[in-house]
């Protein structure tokens, strides 16, 4: 468990402008697992309570798999910290230097949870809130990704859900004032991509996590990117 020495100054100058996560779109790269850029892969012992923690779900719309927490560095397995922001108690905070998105809750205390962030060039900051949120919903590719990637143009009206969805089993949807910002956070099968820079600019957490984060967050809650 490490602590995170960030002030609330910090935390504020996340108030830049969020233009930027318009012009580039959101989401999340083909539907398909992301290849590990580690040469060897490294395991890690996981505790029994972390296993029960990231077990399978077979009640789901769509069942799912335990999540192998091997592969996770266990600095990125969910658990509940000091709050390092001073934000008020239903704030949602991305750090994306650290890689780690909290959940500020009462007495001083956050839900930490490790994420996978936007690759280079689609890195964005800023203030929001959280609109609103679905379960199993569907993935619609912003035209300007499907220019970058022709290939999802079969999907330009929309991925219906499934596990293979890039959105995964919960997303919760990004709104600076009545402006849909196209970001989005949400579920995502693959361990090897949490505590990387992988996606288009949207937050992914493990499926079992964005659950747990969608169960206890409330749409309106204000959200910031550091």
């Known amino acids: 468990m490490t ?4 002030g609330r100054r910090q935390f504020l100058a996340g108030a830049a402008s969020l233009s930027a996560l318009v012009l580039a779109g959101c ?39 335990a999540a192998d927490m091997s592969l996770v560095d266990p600095i990125y397995w969910r658990q509940e910290v000091a709050d390092p922001s001073g934000e008020k108690p239903g704030t949602v905070i991305v750090d994306t230097p650290n890689r780690f998105l909290y959940h500020v809750g009462q007495n001083g205390m956050a ?19 959280i609109a609103y949120k679905r379960e199993w919903p569907t993935w619609t590719p912003p035209s300007e990704m499907i220019d970058r990637q022709p290939e999802l143009e079969q999907y330009r009206r929309g991925m219906p859900p499934s596990i293979d ?20 956070i949400h579920g995502n099968p693959d361990e ?4 990387k820079a992988v996606s288009s600019g949207c937050v992914r957490l493990l499926q079992q996590d964005i659950i747990h984060l969608y169960d206890n967050v409330k749409s309106g809650s204000t959200l910031v990117v550091i």
């Open 27 to 65: 989401a999340t790269t083909t539907p398909q697992r992301v290849a590990s850029a580690v040469p060897a892969e490294v395991r890690h012992p996981v505790p029994l309570d972390v296993q029960l923690m990231y077990a399978a779900v077979p009640t789901e719309q769509f069942p799912l798999r």
């Open 165 to 184: 969805n890039p959105l995964g089993a919960r997303t919760l949807y990004i709104h600076q004032g009545n402006v849909d910002t196209i970001y989005r």
């Open 111 to 129: 839900t930490r949870y490790g994420v996978g962030i936007g690759r280079d060039g689609y890195a964005w900051s800023g203030r929001a809130h």
């Open 192 to 195: 090897r991509s949490i505590g």
């Open 3 to 6: 602590s995170l020495a960030l």
